[in-house]
């Protein structure tokens, strides 16, 4: 049997007719560069983000590095994350002018461990953006305490959280901005590439809406020096349907993660991921823990199952970012996550034919050589 790590044409197949019919009426309408499918969708996902606006950009990274211009980052300034993301989190402080400062994560969810920020402030500290890696948002209370104390805001990179939730409340919505990718694998994904704002705050999104266009309010005329970071018409029109199907895909995430745990969790030398009791974990990626990483890796690529690292090097090792100085060894927990986490296949339409499959191919290598 094979097992794809993410399965984008099943998807397809279900929405076919929808998505041909929505982007057919951007081609009639020739609404290719913003406008109204864009308009649209924004409306709709700031009402999933319980948010007043939304602003749909040009990617995920787009959504953070704008996020941080509003917030007026720039040259000098320190903006506190984790090392243990994709690099665009720490790629959009860099390209503020402001430089990445990490702290380690919680050792349970892999997100930032509020403990150790509070020790990571300075004087030079403009904002904080915590991670809601895979799916499942950061501890945001003790979070923003802190950084309420000290007058820091906050973006949260929800590029992995579409649906998730923190005590009830939806990710993208704790924060000055939420950050999202539309990334084509995400759980909302675009036929191309995507991303959003979420904010309450009515100046950072009438800011956000004019640096994504050239820093116009008005048709050529410049208030701010701004980007080309619009959305495209297609991919407004392409998330609008997909939007309607998000939390039903989501629902089969979690389903997906309750039969993994329930096959994998009694097995020695494999941690499944865990849900915070402050969390809906919507399992964008569903990581397990493992110091038989490449060896487990191989047998089941052998099996014709595939997977995925998230991620084997720590940004503050990546070579992009020696020139910040920091050893390995400087945070541990990131670091023992790029050794031993393994993402197995997760999509919605994984069947649990597929899981089973998976699990005990898993049981068969660790039982022959555990
Ligand atoms: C945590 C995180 N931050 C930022 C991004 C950047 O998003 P994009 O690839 O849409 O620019 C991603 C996307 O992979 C991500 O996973």
């Known amino acids: 049997m094979n097992v ?11 929405i076919k007719n ?11 309408n020739t609404a290719f560069a913003g406008g109204p499918y864009v308009a649209g969708f924004e409306k ?10 939304a602003i749909g950009v040009g990617n995920g990274t787009d959504a953070l590095w704008l996020s941080l211009l509003a917030l007026g980052i720039g040259p000098g300034d320190d903006v506190i994350t984790v090392p243990n993301t994709f690099i665009a989190t720490a790629e959009a402080v860099t390209y503020c002018g402001a430089k990445p400062v990490f702290v380690d994560v919680d050792e349970q969810t892999y997100n930032m461990n509020p403990s150790l920020l509070e020790a990571a402030i300075t004087p ?27 007058r820091l805001p906050v973006v949260e990179d929800a590029c992995q959280a579409h649906g998730a939730e923190y005590k009830g409340r939806k990710a993208g919505s704790l924060g000055v901005t ?6 084509p694998g995400k759980n909302l994904g675009a036929y191309g590439e995507a991303g959003a704002v979420v904010t309450n705050d009515d100046a950072i999104a009438e800011k956000i809406r004019m640096l994504r266009d050239h820093g116009q309010s ?5 208030g701010v020096i701004g980007w080309n970071a619009r959305m495209d018409g297609i991919q407004g029109a392409v998330l609008n349907v997909k939007l309607k199907y998000l939390v039903r895909w989501n629902e089969s995430r979690r389903a997906h993660a309750r039969e993994y745990a329930r096959l994998l969790s009694p097995l020695e030398g494999i941690i499944t991921p865990s849900e915070a009791d402050y969390a809906k974990h919507i399992y964008h990626i569903y990581a397990i823990r493992t110091r038989q990483r490449d060896r487990l890796m191989a047998a089941l690529a052998e099996q014709g199952i595939s997977c995925g690292i998230h991620y084997p090097v720590s940004i ?16 541990p927990v990131a670091e023992k996550c790029a050794e031993e986490l393994l993402s197995l296949p997760m999509f919605p339409e994984l069947t649990t034919g597929q899981i089973a499959y998976v699990a005990d191919t898993l049981v068969s290598v660790l039982k022959l050589d555990p």
């Open 124 to 150: 030079r500290t403009k904002a904080i953006i915590p991670v809601h890696l895979f799916g499942q948002t950061a501890d945001m209370d003790p979070i923003l305490a802190i950084a309420g104390a000290h």
């Open 218 to 222: 008005k048709k050529y005329y410049h």
């Open 178 to 183: 939420g950050c999202f990718s539309f990334y």
């Open 4 to 14: 794809p790590y993410l399965d984008l044409k099943a998807q397809y197949a279900a």
């Open 316 to 331: 503050h090792l990546q070579d992009a970012y020696r020139f910040l100085g920091l050893k390995a060894g400087s945070f």
């Open 18 to 28: 929808e998505i041909h019919a929505a982007v057919n009426d951007v081609m009639e």
């Open 44 to 53: 709709e996902f700031a009402k999933f983000c319980d948010c007043k606006h």
